[in-house]
């Protein structure tokens, strides 16, 4: 059982390049999400599904976009990279969604230069 | 929606001192609580919880939390620091809409 995994742990772009940003659990939670964390404003809600085929924005959204084709894994693509998209991105998964508790992956460090 | 407020950037504790966060959230109803730790260069680890029933919980690492109604707040403490609790601390709040909202955090530095 590894949990939430995150693939690349570390990325440099350039600005206008595009990536994807790799996220799975095997945990066959429902809800999954995505944040970003930059110095002095914790961790800020960028994307979320509450299951396959279903997304909605968070707290930051632009500039991002996801999809749900399967339970396991929660992709988050950038078109157009940008320096303010510059973060630490992290992907977290929980079952129930009442609980609210969530496990997180590793995190990608992202520089877009 | 709910908000969370860390008011603490920076603390720095000797080793065997006590070790206290604060951690304050607006919300109407009770909220389910958290308190995360993350130690440099890795994810987020869940320390403990609050959901409803006793106010103080215990938690992974030796640390406890009371969350008090009137004040608002749930603060993380911890008798006697080690070198090893030095990372970076997160309050959550998740209420109403299913998803979670987090403090800035809060830097603990542990001096010989």
């Known amino acids: 059982n590894a949990g939430v995994t995150q693939t690349p742990k570390f990325q440099v772009l350039k600005t206008g390049q595009s990536m994807t940003l790799q996220c799975a659990q095997d945990?066959?939670?429902?809800?999954m999400s995505w944040y970003r964390q930059d110095p002095g404003m914790g961790l800020r809600l960028i994307h979320y599904?509450?299951?396959?085929?279903?997304?909605d924005q968070g707290e930051v959204p632009n500039g991002y976009n996801v999809s749900r084709s399967t339970t396991e894994d929660f992709p988050l693509r950038l078109l157009s990279a940008a320096p303010s998209q510059t973060s630490v991105y992290f992907c977290?998964?929980?079952?129930?969604?009442?609980?609210?508790?969530?496990?997180f992956g590793p995190g990608t460090r992202l520089t877009v230069t | 929606a709910q908000s969370v407020t860390q008011p603490d950037i920076h603390i720095t504790v000797s080793e065997g001192a006590s070790l206290e966060l604060r951690c304050n959230y607006s919300?109407?109803?009770?909220?389910?609580l958290f308190w995360y730790v993350q130690s440099p260069g890795q994810g987020l680890q869940l320390l403990l919880k609050?959901?409803?029933?006793?106010?103080l919980v215990q938690g992974i690492k030796g640390f406890e939390a009371e969350f008090k109604r009137s004040q608002s707040s749930f603060n993380l403490r911890k008798p006697s620091v080690h070198w090893s609790d030095a990372a970076e601390y997160f309050c959550?709040?998740?209420?109403?809409?299913?998803?979670?909202?987090f403090g800035a955090g809060t830097t603990v530095t542990v001096r010989a």
């Open positions: 977290a998964s929980r079952g129930d969604r009442v609980s609210y508790e969530q496990y």
């Open positions: 945990m066959n939670h429902e809800y």
């Open positions: 599904s509450v299951g396959a085929g279903i997304t």
């Open positions: 919300y109407g109803a009770t909220p389910y």
């Open positions: 609050y959901f409803s029933g006793d106010t």
């Open positions: 959550a709040v998740g209420a109403g809409d299913y998803k979670l909202s």
